[in-house]
């Protein structure tokens, strides 16, 4: 059974997709990401995985059909697959449409069976490079290898992979077409991620500058050819198919605002902040709202449908409602990506 949506926005918007960081926690720091001596949140601020179950069933109950949980590194929050053996009651129910999660892949080798075992069929994994070197330069305390062990393990479980790739000019460029024929060999999609502007990383050794892929889009006509596809998901990525290999490429550029008008979806903090636009501020805490009534969940609906009134019609990274530098201060690991 599936719910009608009930969380309209005034744009007429349906809300339909959920984001949910699990943790701010990561065993890697990526460069653009985390600073490599990061403070992370007292324990009590995060929502136990009790609170994560009744906040998103409560997003489920008011019309959400598509769950994604990421982090920090999601695999890393202790319990986690509790957390996943339980929504799968609402993939039963058939008032969720999909469970998925975006990893960083190096504790897939452990849990890809039980995912699998929880409906989780797709899995996004976060891959910059394929090169050993360049992998614990960019990740910091990453191994490679264990990474493409848990991908193994996860195709041998059953899931299916999107690789999404941030373009990091003077890092990846040269990889462009190894990273590509490498997912067409392995079945695996492919989608590019414009880097965004996280400035206060401290990361003086700055791996990798913007490289835009309206560029990086270019550089692949070189080699193939390129047939857009009208294909959308409500998000800020468009795709392309690759005529010879006949894969699917994506490409994410966040601060464009073309796919604004489309915007289904709302992000949740592993504090249980909600922000209505990843280019914007504005955000609603339910953490409070939710604890302070244990037993009825008429306050936090009214607080999620009051924070939904007031999702902005786009956002404006680079316009003034930003540091006047374009920069978002909060940090992908917190809200999610
Ligand atoms: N740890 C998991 C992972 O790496 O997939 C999930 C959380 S991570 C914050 C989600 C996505 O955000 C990853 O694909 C990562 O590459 C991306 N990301 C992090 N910082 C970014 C930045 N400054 N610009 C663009 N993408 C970024
Ligand atoms: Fe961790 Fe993912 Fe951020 Fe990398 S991008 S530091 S894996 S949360």
Not at 37 to 42: G, K, V
Request: proline share 3%; hydrophobic share 35%; glycine share 8%.
């Amino acid at each position: 059974m599936s719910n009608a949506p009930r969380l309209i926005d005034p744009f007429a918007r349906a809300i339909t997709y959920l984001r949910v960081s699990v943790t701010d926690r990561c065993d890697f720091r990526c460069v653009y990401c985390m600073a490599e001596h990061m403070t992370f949140l007292p324990k009590k601020e995060l929502l136990t995985l009790e609170e994560l179950d009744r906040m998103c069933s409560t997003f489920i109950g008011l019309g959400v059909e598509k769950l994604r949980i990421t982090g920090g590194e999601p695999l890393m929050r202790r319990g986690i697959m509790t957390f996943f053996n339980n929504m799968s009651r609402h993939l039963d129910s058939g008032a969720l449409k999909e469970l998925t999660l975006t990893t960083n892949g190096s504790q897939l080798d452990r849990f890809a069976t039980d995912l699998y075992a929880a409906g989780v069929r797709r899995v996004n994994v976060s891959l910059d490079t394929l090169d050993t070197d360049k992998f614990a330069r960019v990740t910091r305390w990453g191994r490679l290898d264990q990474v493409l062990r848990g991908i193994d393990a996860a195709r041998e479980a059953g899931l299916r992979i999107k690789i999404n790739t941030v373009a990091l000019k003077g890092f990846n460029e040269d990889e462009l077409f190894d990273l590509t024929e490498w997912c067409a060999r392995e079945a695996m999609d492919l989608t590019f991620i414009e880097v965004m502007p996280m400035g206060d990383l401290g990361n003086e050794d700055r791996i990798g500058q913007y490289w835009s892929l309206k560029d990086l889009r270019g550089d692949l006509a070189m080699r193939y050819t390129l047939t857009d596809l009208t294909e959308r998901t409500g998000g800020p990525a468009r795709y392309v198919r690759l005529e010879e290999t006949r894969q699917k490429i994506g490409f994410i550029t966040p601060l464009t605002h073309n796919f604004c008008e489309s915007c289904n979806r709302v992000r949740m903090t592993c504090t249980g902040d909600l922000f209505m636009c990843l280019g914007q501020e504005d955000n609603a805490s339910l953490r409070d709202v939710m604890r302070a009534h244990p037993e009825d969940d008429g306050p936090l609906i009214a607080a999620i449908e009051e924070a939904i009134s007031h999702k902005p019609k786009g956002h404006d990274f680079d316009y003034s409602r930003q540091r006047a530098d374009g920069q978002v201060s909060r940090h992908m690991s917190h809200t999610g990506g």
